[in-house]
């Protein structure tokens, strides 16, 4: 079993950042692949960007590459999304999930992770 817990959210103006945090118990994260998702009002969950277990590969969405890069620190037990250039339409609730090894997390489907945390707002000023 696995505890997902978002943090780092909040307010930026256009062309800032952040770095949101998600904090993993119950079980290390170290044997899941890690994603990010986000959902703005009115749209559905959208992939954000991946890790592997190992860390050696990552995916990213074609709206945020060059711009959000996705870490793990498994010591910790924490993954990390960092935010530059954030853009108003990054506007969303984001979600940091977790995937058993067999699962396809880097193909950007949502159903393929097995847990989730509770989101974080993340809110963009123009």
């Known amino acids: 079993q696995v505890q997902l817990v978002e943090s780092g959210g909040g307010l930026v103006q256009a062309g800032g950042s952040l770095r949101l945090s998600c904090a993993a118990s119950g079980r290390t994260v170290s044997s899941y692949g890690m994603g990010w998702f986000r959902q703005a009002p009115g749209k559905e969950r959208e992939f954000v960007a991946a890790i592997s277990w190992s860390g050696d590969n990552t995916w990213y969405s074609d709206s945020v590459k060059g711009r959000f890069t996705i870490s793990r620190d498994n010591a910790k037990n924490t993954v990390y999304l960092q935010m530059n250039s954030l853009k108003p339409d990054d506007t969303a609730v984001y979600y940091c999930?977790?995937?058993?090894?067999?699962?396809?997390?880097?193909?950007?489907?949502?159903?393929?992770?097995?847990?989730w945390g509770q989101g974080t707002q993340v809110t963009v000023s123009s």
């Open positions: 999930a977790a995937a058993f090894y067999n699962r396809d997390y880097g193909s950007g489907r949502s159903g393929e992770y097995d847990y």
